[in-house]
């Protein structure tokens, strides 16, 4: 049986730098590229109170899932690399925390912004947390 590898995918260098080195480091193993589609991104503008806002902002987030989902997979199509795409919705560390925990997943492999100083701990780290709360072992690349 194949390893499964967790890759958090979202537009960044960091995510895309992750997804190569768990390309390398895994040959054989299984992706599973995760999006996570945080609510608070929606924001609290005049926009965001309109009742069919958020139902929008939403299903346009799914669909930028997808086309990251197809960029991703045509990065590592000549490799003949397995792939699997879940998206979920929720504060990005605890959703892929959760969904590590809850789907046979190894190996987690993410991308990390690279923050210091006040502005992590203003913004915090996503890869910090996941780091300190996840079931399997981590690899954070820079």
């Given at each position: ?29 299984e992706l599973v590229l ?79 912004h690279g923050r210091e ?21 981590v690899t954070v690349a820079?």
């Amino acid at each position: 049986m194949s390893k499964r590898i967790l890759v958090p995918v979202d537009r960044s260098e960091q995510a895309m730098r992750a997804v190569d080195f768990a390309v390398e480091e895994f040959p054989a193993a299984e992706l599973v590229l995760f999006h996570v589609i945080n609510p608070t991104d929606a924001g609290y503008s005049a926009q965001a109170s309109i009742p069919s806002y958020s139902e929008e902002w939403y299903e346009n987030e799914k669909q930028n899932a997808r086309r990251l989902f197809e960029e991703v997979r045509e990065r590592t199509a000549d490799r003949g690399i397995e792939t699997e795409t879940a998206t979920e919705v929720g504060k990005p560390s605890r959703a892929i925390v959760a969904y590590a925990d809850e789907h046979d997943i190894d190996h987690i492999v993410m991308g990390s912004h690279g923050r210091e100083g006040v502005t992590r701990i203003l913004l915090g780290s996503v890869a910090e947390a996941v780091v300190r709360h996840s079931p399997v072992s981590v690899t954070v690349a820079r």
